[in-house]
C-alpha cells in the first residue's frame, strides 16, 4: 500500500470544510505515534473482556505511519486526527458491547445488511420539508438508493411503478431529464434517469424514454473540440462524455450527430469525433486525470475518464493510446493511505468512503489495461491477479470504519450516513469482493461501443487475499452482488437494457 509517510493532507473533500493551510501553528510540534499495534491489542480490549491480538490484522492497519514530516501544518494535524479516528474502528475497540462473535477470524466486523437495506428504503420515503434544496436531486437520490439494495441483494421491483411515474414527469419534450417536474433538461439527472429505468427492467419503463428526442438534445451538448456540455450552455467536462456515452451504447442510440447539432459546423459527424484526444488532454502533469485541461487531478474524473476510453475499446490498446499508464498507476497508488486503508481522492486530501468507487472502480479498468491476471486453467479454480492495490485496505475501511450504527455507510467515522456515500461504498466494496474482467474477442466489431458489454465477473473469490488463498478475510454472508465496472448498475440490468433496445428498429 501506497503513501504511509504523509503530513500535508487537508482537511476534506466537501465545500463546507476549511482546506485552508495558514493557521499559525507551533513547528516544533510533533505528533505521537500510535503504538496499538495487533500485540497490543490484548490490553485494549481487556475492559471487554476479549482480546483480537489472535486476529489476523496486520500491522499496517494498526498503527501510524513510521515516518511523519516534521513540519506541522493545519493539514498535517487533520490528517493525524484522521488517523487516531480510524484506529481504535480498525482494531475494533471503538464499541464495548461488541463481542467476539462481531468480528470474523480476521478483525472485520460483520457487513450490518438489513440496517443498511431499512436506511435505503426510509431514503426513498417521504422526505421533511428541509430536503427541499435537494429537489434538483432527486434521480441522484432514487440512484443511490436503488443500486445499493440491489447490492444488498434485494429485490427492487417494488418500486417499479414509482420509478416510472418520477421520470416521466422529468422528461422534456425536446429530450433528456431534468431534476423533476419542469426543470431543464442535464446530463446528470438523465443519466440517473436512464441507469433506474435500465434496474428496473420492464418494458413499460423502457418505452417511457423518448429515445429520438434524447438523440437530439445530446446532439446540442456535442462541442467542437470533441467534449460534452452537461446541459445546453452549461459547463463542460468529463462528466459530460461519460454520461453521454451511457446513455448512447445502453439505448442504442445513432452515432451519427444530429443534422442541427452545432458541433457539425466545425467539421463534425459524429458523438465520437475527437472525444478520446479531449480525454487524453485531461490527464495532469500528476498522472491523475482532472474535469477538463489544465484542472487538478481528481478520482472521480479519473473513473469517468478512464470508463469513457473503455467504451472506445479493449482496454489494453485504448488506454496505453490515450494516456501515460505508468505515470497513472503511480497516482492511483498513492490515493490509499495506511493505517486507513482507504482513498483519498485528491494529493493531500483525506481518506472518504466515496472514493472506495471513484478510485477502487478504476482498478478493474487499469488492471485490465495492463494484464495483470492470468486465465483459468485446469488446475485453478479462478484467474491469477497481480495486485496494484489493497483490497483488503479497502474492505477493512469500508466495513470497520465506514458503517454507521444506525445503518448505511459514511464517508468516515465522524461523519453521518447518507445515500451517496452508502451506495458508493458499497460499490467500491463489490469490486473488492469480487473481480471483474474484461473478455478480449467478446466485443462486436460493428459495434464501436461494443468493449463496454465485454466484461464479466467472478464472485467465487470472496475477498481473498492472493497471496494467501486460504485467508478469506470476508465471510459469505459479508458479500455484495456485482455491479458493472463501467455501468455501475447489476450485470443483468446492462444485459437486460441493451438486448431490450437492440431489437428496436430505429426509433
Given at each position: 500500500?501506497s503513501?504511509?509517510?504523509?503530513?500535508?493532507?487537508?482537511?476534506?473533500?466537501?465545500?463546507?470544510?476549511?482546506?485552508?493551510s495558514?493557521?499559525?501553528m507551533?513547528?516544533?510540534?510533533?505528533?505521537?505515534?500510535?503504538?496499538?499495534n495487533?500485540e497490543?491489542?490484548a490490553?485494549?480490549?481487556?475492559?471487554?473482556?476479549?482480546?483480537l491480538?489472535?486476529?489476523?490484522?496486520?500491522?499496517l492497519f494498526?498503527s501510524?505511519?513510521?515516518?511523519?514530516?516534521q513540519?506541522?501544518?493545519?493539514?498535517?494535524?487533520?490528517q493525524e486526527?484522521?488517523?487516531q479516528?480510524?484506529?481504535?474502528f480498525?482494531i475494533?475497540t471503538n464499541?464495548?458491547?461488541?463481542?467476539?462473535?462481531?468480528?470474523?477470524?480476521y478483525?472485520?466486523?460483520?457487513?450490518?445488511?438489513?440496517?443498511?437495506?431499512?436506511?435505503?428504503r426510509d431514503?426513498?420515503?417521504e422526505?421533511?420539508?428541509?430536503?427541499?434544496?435537494?429537489?434538483?436531486?432527486?434521480?441522484?437520490?432514487?440512484?443511490?438508493a436503488?443500486?445499493?439494495?440491489?447490492?444488498?441483494?434485494m429485490?427492487?421491483?417494488?418500486?417499479?411503478?414509482?420509478?416510472?411515474q418520477?421520470?416521466?414527469a422529468?422528461?422534456?419534450?425536446?429530450?433528456g431529464?431534468?431534476?423533476g417536474?419542469?426543470q431543464?433538461?442535464?446530463?446528470?439527472?438523465?443519466?440517473?434517469?436512464?441507469?433506474c429505468i435500465?434496474?428496473?427492467?420492464e418494458?413499460?419503463?423502457?418505452?417511457?424514454?423518448?429515445?429520438r428526442?434524447?438523440w437530439?438534445w445530446l446532439?446540442?451538448?456535442?462541442?467542437?473540440?470533441g467534449?460534452?456540455?452537461?446541459?445546453?450552455?452549461?459547463e463542460?467536462?468529463?462528466?459530460?462524455?461519460?454520461?453521454?456515452?451511457v446513455?448512447?451504447?445502453?439505448l442504442c442510440l445513432p452515432?451519427?450527430?444530429?443534422?442541427?447539432a452545432p458541433?457539425?459546423?466545425h467539421?463534425?459527424?459524429?458523438?465520437?469525433?475527437?472525444l478520446?484526444?479531449?480525454?487524453?488532454?485531461?490527464?495532469?502533469?500528476?498522472?491523475g486525470?482532472?474535469?477538463?485541461?489544465?484542472t487538478?487531478?481528481?478520482g472521480a474524473?479519473?473513473?469517468?475518464?478512464?470508463a469513457?476510453?473503455c467504451?472506445?475499446?479493449?482496454?489494453?490498446?485504448i488506454?496505453?493510446?490515450?494516456?501515460d499508464?505508468?505515470?497513472l498507476?503511480?497516482?492511483?497508488?498513492?490515493?490509499?493511505?495506511?493505517?486507513?486503508?482507504?482513498?483519498?481522492?485528491?494529493t493531500?486530501?483525506?481518506?472518504?468512503?466515496?472514493?472506495?468507487?471513484?478510485?477502487g472502480?478504476c482498478?478493474?479498468l487499469?488492471?485490465?489495461?495492463?494484464?495483470?491476471?492470468?486465465?483459468v486453467?485446469?488446475d485453478?479454480?479462478?484467474s491469477?491477479?497481480?495486485?496494484?492495490?489493497?483490497?483488503?485496505?479497502?474492505v477493512?475501511?469500508i466495513?470497520?470504519?465506514c458503517?454507521?450504527d444506525g445503518?448505511?455507510?459514511?464517508?468516515?467515522?465522524s461523519?453521518?450516513?447518507?445515500?451517496?456515500?452508502?451506495?458508493?461504498?458499497?460499490a467500491?466494496?463489490?469490486?473488492?469482493?469480487n473481480r471483474?474482467?474484461f473478455n478480449?474477442?467478446?466485443?462486436?466489431v460493428?459495434?464501436?461501443?461494443g468493449?463496454?458489454f465485454?466484461?464479466?465477473?467472478?464472485?467465487?473469490?470472496?475477498?481473498?487475499?492472493?497471496?494467501d488463498?486460504?485467508?478469506?478475510?470476508c465471510?459469505?454472508?459479508?458479500?455484495?452482488?456485482?455491479?458493472h465496472?463501467?455501468f455501475?448498475?447489476p450485470?443483468?440490468?446492462?444485459?437486460?437494457t441493451?438486448?431490450f433496445?437492440?431489437?428496436r428498429s430505429?426509433?
Amino acid at each position: 500500500m501506497s503513501n504511509v509517510s504523509r503530513s500535508n493532507t487537508s482537511a476534506g473533500e466537501g465545500p463546507d470544510q476549511n482546506t485552508s493551510s495558514t493557521l499559525p501553528m507551533d513547528k516544533s510540534q510533533t505528533f505521537p505515534h500510535n503504538e496499538a499495534n495487533v500485540e497490543d491489542s490484548a490490553f485494549a480490549k481487556s475492559s471487554i473482556g476479549y482480546d483480537l491480538s489472535a486476529s489476523h490484522i496486520p500491522y499496517l492497519f494498526t498503527s501510524s505511519p513510521p515516518i511523519q514530516d516534521q513540519l506541522a501544518t493545519e493539514t498535517s494535524f487533520a490528517q493525524e486526527e484522521t488517523i487516531q479516528e480510524c484506529l481504535p474502528f480498525l482494531i475494533g475497540t471503538n464499541d464495548p458491547e461488541k463481542s467476539p462473535f462481531d468480528f470474523n477470524a480476521y478483525g472485520i466486523p460483520r457487513l450490518e445488511r438489513e440496517k443498511h437495506i431499512e436506511f435505503l428504503r426510509d431514503s426513498l420515503e417521504e422526505m421533511p420539508s428541509t430536503f427541499l434544496a435537494y429537489d434538483a436531486s432527486r434521480p441522484w437520490i432514487v440512484y443511490w438508493a436503488l443500486t445499493g439494495l440491489g447490492l444488498l441483494g434485494m429485490d427492487i421491483s417494488e418500486y417499479r411503478q414509482r420509478v416510472i411515474q418520477t421520470f416521466r414527469a422529468a422528461q422534456n419534450p425536446d429530450g433528456g431529464f431534468g431534476g423533476g417536474h419542469m426543470q431543464l433538461s442535464h446530463c446528470a439527472p438523465s443519466y440517473t434517469a436512464i441507469l433506474c429505468i435500465s434496474m428496473i427492467g420492464e418494458a413499460d419503463a423502457f418505452d417511457l424514454i423518448d429515445r429520438r428526442a434524447l438523440w437530439h438534445w445530446l446532439g446540442q451538448l456535442k462541442q467542437a473540440d470533441g467534449s460534452f456540455a452537461m446541459t445546453r450552455g452549461g459547463e463542460v467536462d468529463v462528466r459530460g462524455a461519460y454520461c453521454a456515452l451511457v446513455m448512447i451504447s445502453l439505448l442504442c442510440l445513432p452515432l451519427e450527430l444530429p443534422k442541427d447539432a452545432p458541433a457539425r459546423e466545425h467539421g463534425k459527424t459524429s458523438f465520437l469525433d475527437d472525444l478520446p484526444l479531449w480525454l487524453s488532454r485531461c490527464q495532469t502533469y500528476e498522472g491523475g486525470i482532472s474535469a477538463s485541461p489544465g484542472t487538478e487531478a481528481h478520482g472521480a474524473y479519473a473513473f469517468l475518464a478512464i470508463a469513457c476510453f473503455c467504451f472506445l475499446g479493449s482496454p489494453r490498446e485504448i488506454l496505453p493510446r490515450y494516456l501515460d499508464c505508468d505515470s497513472l498507476t503511480s497516482w492511483m497508488s498513492a490515493r490509499q493511505y495506511a493505517p486507513e486503508g482507504g482513498f483519498a481522492g485528491r494529493t493531500n486530501k483525506l481518506v472518504d468512503a466515496c472514493y472506495s468507487h471513484w478510485i477502487g472502480g478504476c482498478w478493474p479498468l487499469i488492471e485490465s489495461a495492463m494484464e495483470l491476471h492470468s486465465p483459468v486453467t485446469d488446475d485453478t479454480q479462478a484467474s491469477s491477479f497481480q495486485e496494484l492495490y489493497s483490497r483488503e485496505g479497502i474492505v477493512r475501511y469500508i466495513l470497520c470504519c465506514c458503517q454507521a450504527d444506525g445503518g448505511g455507510l459514511r464517508d468516515k467515522p465522524s461523519k453521518r450516513p447518507d445515500g451517496y456515500h452508502s451506495c458508493y461504498a458499497l460499490a467500491g466494496l463489490s469490486s473488492a469482493q469480487n473481480r471483474s474482467q474484461f473478455n478480449a474477442g467478446a466485443e462486436t466489431v460493428s459495434d464501436p461501443l461494443g468493449s463496454a458489454f465485454a466484461w464479466s465477473h467472478e464472485k467465487d473469490l470472496q475477498g481473498r487475499d492472493k497471496r494467501d488463498e486460504s485467508k478469506q478475510i470476508c465471510q459469505s454472508e459479508d458479500m455484495v452482488e456485482p455491479v458493472h465496472p463501467i455501468f455501475v448498475i447489476p450485470y443483468a440490468a446492462v444485459r437486460q437494457t441493451r438486448a431490450f433496445f437492440l431489437a428496436r428498429s430505429g426509433f
